[in-house]
């Protein structure tokens, strides 16, 4: 049997777990940035927190009614604190103070947004590209070594 061919180098390209991300609001005045981790399968507390939201919502949701793109919007505003985002700087108040983050503040703050900026927090916690080491930069080969894979059972 000949040797499979070596893809190791294709790990580099996994979510890492755990690895938090800034997105800065510049639409808003002071440029909040909203600090947190990924909003996915690498994140057990947000796929905890969302298969809870999401049973939530269908208990109350009339039977054969599809989910809407606001349906989504509301599950990340209930679920993104506590789960995904973690801290922030330069929120403030209406009157210009600064909120201390908290996820009770957050949530308030997420539920304030425009849906349109809600969209843009989501669209970024929710892609794997932005937790990637070295985001948006290609992956050679040659950069990660010649490690044998595994068999296709695993050894």
């Avoid at 109350?60 to 349906?71: H, I, Y």
């Avoid at 503040?105 to 927090?121: E, F, G």
Wanted: a negative charge.
């Amino acid at each position: 049997m000949s040797k499979l061919p070596d893809f190791s180098y294709l790990q580099k390209l996994e979510v890492q777990e755990g690895k938090t991300r800034e997105l800065t609001l510049s639409r808003l005045e002071g440029d909040p940035v909203l600090i947190g981790v990924f909003a996915g399968e690498r994140n057990p507390k947000y796929l905890d927190a969302l298969t809870i939201e999401a049973a939530r919502m269908a208990d109350k949701r009339p039977e054969g009614e599809k989910n809407t793109v606001q349906d989504f919007r509301t599950q990340d505003r209930n679920v993104f604190p506590g789960s995904t985002l973690t801290g922030w700087r330069n929120v403030v108040d209406t009157a210009g103070n600064p909120v201390e983050f908290s996820d009770e503040a957050c949530k308030s703050y997420l539920w304030a947004l425009p849906d349109r900026i809600m969209d843009k927090v989501r669209n970024f916690f929710l892609d794997a590209e932005e937790f990637i080491d070295g985001a948006g930069d290609k992956v050679a080969a040659t950069e990660l070594g010649n490690d044998s894979p595994p068999d296709f059972d695993g050894n």
